[in-house]
């Protein structure tokens, strides 16, 4: 998995975060009107939603890009994939960024956050427990 490692400057934006790497992280720019379907949890950005990309050399499949709206402003990052009908997989918005900006760019981090959050509310749920011998530790989106 990639990830970038984050400078020890205090960025607090996805934009300010990734302009602190070496490495030049591309902008998809998402087309007008389609940037409510993420902010309302939709992971997956259709290639049908990105209006142009911006970054030289452009991404690979794999790289971290941001998703922006039609302004450049960041709405979240996640994994560009060049081949696929599914463009990019939303990882984190900017909100979660900004809430917690040691996990945003770092897919580690990120992984290790949601996980460690998964298993501390499946035992505030009681699992396991005496009368279940199996659960779901991690839920996909529901993470």
């Not at 939709?42 to 499949?61: E, L």
């Not at 560009?80 to 960024?97: C, I, K, P």
Request: glycine fraction near 8%.
């Amino acid at each position: 998995m990639k990830s970038l490692s984050l400078p020890s400057s205090p960025a607090t934006t996805l934009r300010e975060i990734a302009s602190d790497h070496h490495k030049g992280i591309a902008n998809v720019v998402l087309k007008k009107g389609k940037i409510q379907l993420f902010k309302d949890g939709s992971p997956m950005v259709y290639s049908g939603a990105i209006d142009r990309i911006i970054g030289r050399p452009p991404p690979k499949t794999g790289d971290i890009v941001l998703v922006a709206d039609g302004t450049e402003k960041p709405i979240g990052w996640g994994f560009y994939n060049s081949v696929s009908m599914f463009s990019v997989r939303l990882m984190q918005l900017e909100e979660e960024a900004a809430r917690d900006p040691s996990c945003a760019l770092n897919v580690e981090k990120l992984l290790e956050t949601r996980i460690h959050a998964a298993i501390q509310l499946r035992k505030s749920l009681g699992l396991p427990s005496a009368n279940t011998n199996a659960y779901r530790l991690v839920n996909s989106e529901g993470d």
